[in-house]
């Protein structure tokens, strides 16, 4: 068994990234004993609230370069 997890990694690995992701995503999902059913459709509701805040302006946009300091600098406190 443990020569067939091997190999099934060493074929995983040589997958494109997004072909990786979704096989990864799919595996720890398999795992997930306590689904909520409801999640994915507040999710859903959340990621359209957060949209509606950028096109609104409403919330603040930053980089990925002030977002590293500002988390740098609360791991630090």
Do not use: C, F, Y
Request: proline letters at 1%.
């Amino acid at each position: 068994m443990a020569r067939e997890v091997a190999e099934l990694l060493r074929e995983a690995l040589d997958l494109p990234a997004e072909a990786r992701a979704t096989l990864a995503d799919s595996l720890l999902e398999s795992l997930d004993d306590q689904h909520d059913l409801d999640a994915e459709e507040r999710w859903r509701e959340e990621i359209a609230l957060r949209l509606k805040e950028i096109d609104s302006g409403s919330s603040e946009l930053i980089g990925w370069e002030a977002a590293k300091v500002r988390l740098r600098t609360r791991l630090n406190e």
